[in-house]
């Protein structure tokens, strides 16, 4: 497999600085199924679990040197997005909710394998799964926390440099969704509260009835009610989250405030968290690219990181009983997260302005959205329509979106008509055939050229 991405890499003509990027994670769940495949003349039994080596022994003495075999739940999915825009789904493992230790041995196995074949891993992104969170704590040893080190861990494959830990952007800007969604003072587990005024989720709705009912033109046209009660599909929809808290709902909400007369002041708390999630927003989906330390963008991001600390800082300082303290701000994963995808992209931009004077980091391609992308394949556009797929299923789906989608991302400034094109098959570049063929076994046509890894 990494002989077919550094392959592929060669033949788009990828720049240095593109074999520089990130390793993106996730897991998605299967269906628990045994399937019989072929290879060659070998017959393979797939659906169990199958991480590496470290994983079966941890399995051993958890279960006292008994060996256990279960099917797998899930697939843990790695994809290689460099920083002009090549992307490569590098390796997947056939899980039962992976763990922590199982992450790190396979997340660094994948770096050390990449920096051989020439690219250089400098930041990780991934969602606020508990297995997640606890992978970035291994890295550090009391008393230092992720927080005091920015969220930036020595390069093991690469000891000069380090490598960030990422949040994904548009996970965070959920969790502050919901925690504005639980936000009231009727019963509700929040009452959310900056410099002393409630943050209420009555205060979004009640500017959104207002703009409809007071207004012949809508203000944000883009807002319905699903964005205020959404259900439990909705509350995945990136987007639902995203037009709640950028910088439209801001205009909005000031508008709303203003029309009060001067009794609008206890929407001065609202407009300042909005003033720093819409910032936050308008920065992680931009496309354009930041080239110089200088850039007024990198300023902007550290004050928004700066004012979740602040209001953290003014809660935790306050003669509140603890319990009022928690219900008065956001849970603490939530402020982690926010601080481990400001930090860790400031630290990683940082880095990569420093070192190469012609590098450029795009903001809008830092997140999670490349493994959403080929989630999103593996349930739809390949072999039908079929969102519970087995493990044999997804290893071929794998494959044909390889060789279906561009290996050049459309966030990208390095696209161009030569390169948005998808991967040729790894037997365009040998010289022998990938498949051998047996004395014994009569020879057959060959229907596809595509490996399974």
């Not at 990027?21 to 495949?37: H, K, M, N, R, W």
């Not at 590496?52 to 941890?58: D, P």
Request: hydrophobic share 35%; aromatic share 10%; net charge neutral.
């Amino acid at each position: 497999m990494f002989k077919w991405m550094n392959y592929e890499c060669d033949n788009k003509n990828v720049s240095r600085q593109g074999r520089h990027g990130g390793l993106s994670f996730d897991e998605v769940a299967i269906q628990e199924d045994l399937v019989y495949t072929r290879r060659d003349d070998e017959i393979l039994l797939k659906g169990f679990i199958d991480i590496n080596e470290e994983s079966k022994y941890g399995s051993l003495l958890k279960n006292k040197g008994i060996p256990k075999t279960d099917l797998a739940s899930h697939v843990f999915q790695m994809v290689f997005l460099g920083n002009t825009g090549f992307r490569w789904p590098i390796a997947y493992f056939a899980t039962r909710e992976i763990s922590a230790p199982e992450i790190y041995s396979v997340f660094w196995d994948a770096v050390f394998q990449l920096h051989e074949w020439g690219f250089t891993v400098d930041y990780a992104s991934m969602d606020g799964a508990v297995s997640n969170r606890s992978f970035i704590k291994l890295h550090f040893t009391e008393p230092v926390t992720p927080r005091q080190a920015n969220f930036m861990v020595t390069n093991r494959a690469d000891m000069r440099r380090k490598l960030a830990m990422i949040m994904d952007f548009s996970h965070c800007v959920k969790k502050i969704r919901n925690g504005l969604l639980k936000s009231g003072s009727h019963g509700l587990p929040k009452e959310l509260m900056i410099d002393g005024k409630q943050v209420l989720w009555s205060y979004f709705r009640d500017a959104y009835t207002w703009s409809l009912d007071c207004n012949t033109i809508a203000f944000n046209r883009k807002l319905t009610p699903s964005h205020f009660d959404p259900d439990t599909a909705e509350k995945m929809r990136n987007h639902l989250s995203e037009e709640v808290l950028d910088s439209d709902m801001l205009h909005l909400m000031e508008t709303y405030q203003a029309s009060m007369d001067g009794k609008g002041g206890h929407l001065d708390s609202t407009v300042k968290l909005l003033k720093n999630t819409s910032t936050f927003i308008k920065i992680f989906r931009d496309k354009r690219p930041i080239n110089k330390l200088c850039d007024k963008r990198l300023t902007e991001l550290d004050d928004v990181a700066k004012f979740f600390l602040a209001w953290e800082r003014q809660l935790e300082e306050s003669s509140l009983p603890t319990k009022d303290k928690k219900i008065h701000m956001l849970s603490y994963e939530c402020r982690d997260d926010i601080i481990s995808c400001i930090n860790g992209f400031l630290g990683f931009a940082k880095q990569t302005l420093t070192i190469e004077a012609t590098a450029e980091v795009t903001p809008a391609m830092i997140n999670s959205d490349v493994i959403e992308n080929v989630f999103c394949q593996v349930r739809s556009t390949h072999n039908g329509s079929n969102t519970n797929p087995t493990v044999a299923a997804y290893g071929s789906t794998i494959n044909s979106i390889i060789l279906g989608q561009s290996t050049i991302s459309m966030k990208s400034n390095a696209k161009s008509v030569g390169n948005i094109c998808a991967a040729n098959p790894l037997q365009f570049y040998t010289k022998q055939p990938l498949t051998k063929q047996t004395k014994n076994m009569p020879k057959q046509k060959v229907l596809s050229n595509v490996i399974d890894y």
